[in-house]
């Protein structure tokens, strides 16, 4: 009995070991393979989520009427639309006057913004619109140049408070410096 116990438990190394598949193929190829099939994966699944995510990230929108109310051009009513497929919540819009300058050139403003007590609203619910109503500066001149900008300041499904700011140029009648209209900058 010289073999002992240590002689009964070896196997023959020539001999695979019962229940495992035999692969052809080298181990470092079959590992590579899987590898890559297990990043393809997961890319795919990552953009499948982004991608059905998106609808619901959409910030609201900003539209201007057209045409302008001739009294006060500056003081008009801006459309806040919420274009995302959840609601927004604690909507709040700043407007501001950006840069303004007379016909003559005598005139310039820049920077005069204002903010009013009614400007916040709780929920905007999904396709829903709420009107910003800025008030102008009170300028009667005529114009060559107009820039305005509505802040919006909005919580979604997230606890951070996220901000958009749209620009705005006015398009001028050039011989008699009357506001027509408001465009997107």
Wanted: aromatic content about 10%; proline content about 10%; overall charge positive.
């Amino acid at each position: 009995m010289s073999g002992g116990k240590r002689g009964r438990n070896k196997q023959n190394p020539e001999q695979p070991k019962p229940g495992l598949a035999v692969s052809s193929s080298p181990p470092t190829k079959r590992r590579f393979l899987v590898k890559c099939l297990k990043i393809l994966a997961l890319a795919l699944s990552s953009l499948a989520t982004i991608s059905a995510l998106l609808p619901f990230l959409q910030p609201p929108s900003v539209q201007t009427p057209v045409p302008l109310e001739s009294d006060d051009p500056y003081s008009i009513p801006y459309e806040i639309t919420n274009e995302s497929l959840v609601p927004i919540f604690h909507v709040k819009y700043v407007c501001e006057i950006a840069d303004i300058k007379s016909l003559s050139g005598n005139l310039e403003i820049k920077g005069f913004g204002y903010e009013y007590a009614d400007a916040t609203r709780g929920v905007l619910w999904p396709k829903g619109r709420m009107t910003a109503r800025c008030h102008g500066a009170g300028v009667v001149v005529p114009m060559s140049k107009a820039e305005a900008k509505v802040s919006i300041s909005y919580y979604g499904l997230w606890p951070f408070p996220r901000k958009i700011v749209y620009e705005f140029t006015g398009l001028f009648d050039p011989n008699t410096g009357k506001l027509f209209r408001w465009t997107p900058k």
